[in-house]
């Protein structure tokens, strides 16, 4: 019983590190400043807004998907194996990283866009934190099933 605890508060952490992380995301695309320009700059800056806005619902999707995910650890034999715990933890995120990189990659040396930034930082930004907290969740789970 004390393992699903165990599990139950990682995975609350996971989705409350989801949720700021969201927030801080909105008020960033939020605070972005529109530059004086012409009407059809303005309306590339508006355009990007609301990108930068459906990327931001995507990021959190991906996020609750991923903090749903630590759950599996409930089942013992993913809970046991060093290599199927990683992967409830850091598969679909690394995953999300790995795309979200790339795409810009391709889009900064193709069109000189950077639109992805921000999402690409958060993106590793959760990738890290939620790789501290495997590290944290495997040294816990270690010691309790020592203690059994």
Known sequence: MEINKIVFRFWGSNLLISIILFVIYRILISQTKLIDGS????????????????FSLVYLVAMLISSFALLLNLIKKIRT???LSLFTFLGLPAFCVI????TLLIDICTNDLTVLTTLAIFSI????????Q????????????LNN
């Open 81 to 83: 194996s060093f290599y």
């Open 99 to 102: 795309f979200i990189v790339i």
């Open 39 to 54: 009407s059809f700059e303005k309306w590339m800056q508006i355009l990007e807004l609301i990108l930068n806005l459906g």
């Open 134 to 145: 495997f590290l944290w969740f495997r040294k816990r789970i270690n010691k309790v099933e």
């Open 125 to 132: 930004i959760y990738l890290f934190l939620t790789t501290m």
